[in-house]
């Protein structure tokens, strides 16, 4: 090997160091060459593979034993990537290219693809006047570890709404978490094992499939309609799967932007009790809603659903706080990993200040100022992109997703691909689909939406997608 460069020697030793552990050429608890042997492999002084030993020594990727060497570390190695469970598909269909895209964008690049509000539209004075309400409280706030349960405060607000629905839960039945996804990793840690089949919505959330393949387990998906799961389809994969829990948005669906009929929920409810499964209703998009849509959790008190929500599409996606309402011994189970996991509830900083901005009467004037804007948006992004041929599957009663089919023949992926170019992140449809059948789809998000460029942007790639299906 050639000389290295002057300079960066000891950096390209580390990093040839660190690739091979990201490779696994050299696993937990192997012996590295000696620094003899190495300074001769990479034509460097043995000085420099020293200096370069003792700094992954410093930050824990190797350590050295007295009179043997050095040896790689058992916290360096990372674990298995979800990308090796299985053959590498097309990243435009892959359900981590939308949240790559999104959430390393840089500022000049446009997001109707993305989940989330835009800055400007959040309560951004009220998180402010809480976050300096904070900094004048106990030190102990702003120094030590959550709680197990999380903030009592926070619990008691959640409790609060969830009565106005008519769930009758205690606070034994409520545990907060880090964010709406590690609750649902929690409870995959806690009712799955590797090989399980858990029922999925089809076009479903995206990160739902991420998460429960990095939990080794087989997805099956289920129709959706514009009242909710087909039913006939739900009751047959019950049959032939047998299935341990199924996942779910009741409002709002994401990407459907539907809500769930009272017929549909009963329905479920009847044949997950006949099935013994387990259903987890995602409830993030809830405060979106005009009016409440049926809820399962309602409907069945918290027997075999399990609620789950979170803060980041109503308040901050900064501030980090998830929750989960459940039965009570499962509860306990899931405060026991959360420990084990986590080591304690989410942040105390998070969680009071949600519960701030929550108690506080500008809470609900925010969300109501929402609600109105987003009509709005949602008239004027159905109107843009009708003049391109871009149909919503549906008008959602409420929320920021249309779910959009584009003109016949033309394949979602290819589109988003062209318009990343041009610097507008999209959201393709089998990006959503565990089928892999909602090519000609896309969500968008229509507080994003609303902008000439990205109108230009897909203006161009359509009609080079177009020309691509005509030659």
């Avoid at 790689?72 to 090796?84: L, N």
């Avoid at 929690?186 to 990095?214: E, K, M, S, W």
């Avoid at 099935?275 to 209703?281: A, C, K, M, P, R």
């Avoid at 062209?418 to 689909?433: D, M």
Wanted: glycine share 8%; with cysteine; proline share 6%.
């Amino acid at each position: 090997m050639g000389q290295l460069r002057s300079g960066t020697k000891i950096d390209e030793l580390m990093d040839t160091i660190r690739a091979k552990i990201a490779s696994r050429a050299i696993g937990s608890g192997d012996r590295l060459p000696s620094v003899r042997a190495f300074a001769e492999t990479m034509s460097v002084s043995p000085s420099t593979v020293v200096e370069a030993y003792d700094r992954l020594a410093a930050e824990g990727v190797i350590g050295a034993r007295r009179g043997s060497g050095f040896y790689v570390t058992g916290s360096s190695v990372p674990p298995m990537s979800v990308s090796e469970m299985g053959p590498r598909r097309d990243r435009a269909v892959d359900p981590f290219w939308i949240s790559r895209q999104s959430l390393d964008a840089d500022t000049s690049t446009l997001k109707p693809g993305c989940g989330w509000l835009p800055t400007d539209w959040m309560p951004n004075v009220a998180l402010r006047k809480a976050l300096r309400s904070l900094a004048r409280g106990d030190d102990a706030l702003l120094t030590e570890y959550g709680s197990t349960r999380g903030s009592l405060a926070l619990r008691r607000l959640l409790l609060g709404r969830f009565a106005e629905e008519g769930i009758d839960a205690t606070a034994d039945q409520l545990l907060l978490t880090g964010s709406g996804t590690q609750a649902i990793d929690l409870i995959c840690r806690f009712l799955l094992h590797p090989g399980d089949t858990v029922l999925v919505d089809d076009p479903g959330y995206f990160n739902f499939q991420a998460l429960l393949r990095a939990h080794r387990v087989k997805l099956v998906g289920i129709p959706y309609t514009p009242t909710g799961p087909d039913t006939a389809a739900f009751e047959a994969a019950l049959i032939a799967h047998k299935p341990r829990l199924y996942i779910t948005n009741s409002a709002l669906h994401n990407p459907t932007g539907a809500s769930m009929s009272h017929q549909t929920a009963y329905r479920l409810l009847s044949a997950a009790s006949a099935h013994d499964l387990t259903i987890v209703e995602d409830d993030i998009f809830a405060d979106f809603e005009p009016s409440p849509s049926p809820r399962l959790a309602v409907l069945d008190g918290l027997d075999r659903v399990i609620r789950i929500g979170s803060f980041s599409k109503t308040l901050s996606a900064s501030v980090r706080c998830g929750y989960i309402a459940a039965r009570r011994d499962w509860i306990e189970g899931l405060i026991d990993l959360q420990v084990a996991t986590s080591f304690g509830g989410p942040s105390p900083v998070a969680t009071e200040l949600i519960a701030d901005v929550l108690a506080g009467g500008s809470y609900r004037k925010h969300m109501a100022d929402l609600r109105q804007r987003l009509v709005h948006a949602r008239d004027r992004t159905a109107a843009r992109l009708a003049k391109l041929g871009i149909t919503p599957w549906i008008i959602p009663r409420g929320g920021f997703y249309l779910w959009c089919r584009l003109p016949d023949g033309l394949d979602s992926a290819d589109v988003a691909k062209r318009c990343l170019k041009a610097g507008v992140v999209l959201a393709p449809g089998n990006v959503f689909s565990v089928s892999q059948s909602a090519a000609p789809f896309m969500r968008f998000n229509v507080a994003q939406s609303d902008i000439q460029r990205v109108e230009d942007a897909l203006i161009q790639a359509l009609d080079h997608a177009s020309s691509s299906v005509g030659s």
